[in-house]
C-alpha cells in the first residue's frame, strides 16, 4: 500500500530505485513488490518507470461506492433514532423494486418481509411510492408482471383501482399505507430522487400507533431537507 501510495504521488511515473528510496524499502524487495503489483494490474510499467493501472481505478471506485453505502447507512441510522421508527431506503431499478437498506432496532423492528417485496408492490408504501413515480407505459408494465393480488383484507383489490390512486398522487407527495401489506403495520414513503431513477424513504409503525405516522412523515421531510443538500444517495449500494 506504502508503495501504492507512493506511486500516487508521481503523475508521470517513477522509477524503481527511487520508490524504493521514497518507501524506505530493500530494493529487491521493491522489485518484488512492483513486479506482482504490475502482474496484477494495480500498477503499469513504461520505459523503465511506474504509473497506477487499472485495477486500482477499480479500487478507488470500490472505495467511493463503500463510502456512499457509509453515508446512506449513517444517515438512516439517525432519522431512526430522531422517529423512534425503522427506516427504508429503496429504489426501482431494471423493472424491480429493491429495497436496498433498512435501519431498525429490537424495540422498533422492520416489517417482516413475509411477502416478497418486489411481488407486492401495490400493496405497500414503498412500492406504490415508486410506482407512482413511473409513466403509465412502465406502471402498466410492471403490473403485467406482478399482477395485483391480495395480501391483507385492506390491500387495494384490482389494478385499475391502483392505477387510479397512483394518478391521484401528486408529485413528491408522501404515500400512506395502513395494514395493505402486513396488518398491525402502518408505513409511509417520501419520493426522492436520485438521478433519473425513482426513489424513496420509508418508515413504518404498528397501527396502534397509528396517530404518530403524520408528524413521523414531517419530521422525516424536515430532517431529509437538511441532510440531502451534502447527502448522495447511491442507486448502486
Not at 500498477?43 to 518507470?49: A, I, P, Q, S, Y
Not at 453515508?71 to 431512526?80: D, G, K, M, P, Y
Amino acid at each position: 500500500m506504502r508503495l501504492l501510495e507512493t506511486v500516487a504521488r508521481h503523475e508521470y511515473g517513477a522509477p524503481a530505485k527511487q520508490l524504493a528510496r521514497e518507501t524506505g524499502l530493500a530494493l529487491p524487495t521493491t522489485y518484488h513488490l512492483l513486479r506482482t503489483l504490475v502482474h496484477e494490474g494495480y500498477l503499469h510499467r513504461d520505459k523503465g518507470l511506474f504509473f497506477l493501472g487499472e485495477a486500482t481505478e477499480r479500487l478507488s471506485s470500490s472505495g467511493a461506492q463503500q463510502k456512499r453505502r457509509t453515508t446512506v447507512v449513517e444517515a438512516l441510522a439517525h432519522w431512526r433514532d430522531t422517529l423512534g421508527a425503522p427506516v427504508y431506503y429503496a429504489v426501482y431499478r431494471e423493472g424491480e423494486i429493491e429495497v436496498l437498506c433498512v435501519s431498525d432496532t429490537p424495540g422498533n423492528p422492520a416489517v417482516e418481509e413475509w411477502a416478497d417485496f418486489r411481488e407486492t408492490g401495490h400493496a405497500h408504501a414503498i412500492g406504490q411510492c415508486l410506482l407512482s413515480q413511473l409513466d403509465e407505459e412502465a406502471r402498466r408494465d410492471h403490473l403485467a408482471r406482478y399482477p395485483v393480488r391480495p395480501v391483507t383484507p385492506y390491500t387495494v383489490r384490482d389494478a385499475h383501482s391502483l392505477l387510479r390512486r397512483l394518478d391521484r398522487i401528486r408529485r413528491m407527495e408522501p404515500v400512506i399505507e395502513r395494514q395493505e401489506y402486513a396488518l398491525g403495520t402502518v408505513c409511509a414513503a417520501i419520493p426522492i430522487t436520485v438521478g433519473t431513477t425513482a426513489a424513496t424513504i420509508a418508515l413504518s409503525l404498528p397501527v396502534h400507533q397509528a396517530d404518530r405516522l403524520l408528524p413521523a412523515v414531517h419530521r422525516l421531510q424536515e430532517e431529509m431537507g437538511r441532510l440531502l443538500g451534502s447527502l448522495t444517495l447511491s442507486i448502486s449500494i
